[in-house]
Nanobody, 124 residues
Framework: QVQLVESGGGLVQAGDSLRLSCVVS????????MGWFRQAPGKEREFVAT????????FYADSGKGRFTISRDNAKNTVYLQMNSLKSEDTAVYHC?????????????????WGQGIQVTVSS
């Protein structure tokens, strides 16, 4: 069974940076496409970023372009989300997810496994 565990969230001020990590159990991590999503209170879960198996291709939601960077270390079974210049509207629970059969995806239904999520709160 594949398990995902996020870390690195917390309370920061607007303009600060955070790096989220997501460790994935399982020996086939390097084959999975990975993604980050977020969900704010009262809103639907939304796409943030995705990365292919090698890390050579990435794609971002407009909300994070130029501020967020997704990366992965296959030797550590870990995917990261570096978030800079944080804004109050970035406040949400952030989830990582892995797709066993899709390399990069924006839609939630492409993802097979999800982490529990981690809170990021940005005060203005």
């Amino acid at each position: 069974q594949v398990q995902l565990v996020e870390s690195g969230g917390g309370l920061v001020q607007a303009g600060d940076s955070l790096r989220l990590s997501c460790v994935v159990s399982g020996r086939t991590f390097s084959r999975y496409g990975m993604g980050w999503f977020r969900q704010a209170p009262g809103k639907e879960r939304e796409f943030v970023a995705t990365i292919n198996w090698s890390g050579g291709s990435t794609f971002y939601a407009d909300s994070g372009k130029g501020r967020f960077t997704i990366s992965r270390d296959n030797a550590k079974n870990t995917v990261y989300l570096q978030m800079n210049s944080l804004k109050s509207e970035d406040t949400a629970v952030y989830h990582c997810a892995c797709a066993a059969n899709t390399q990069m995806a924006v839609q939630t239904y492409h993802y097979d496994y999800w982490g529990q999520g981690i809170q990021v709160t940005v005060s203005s």
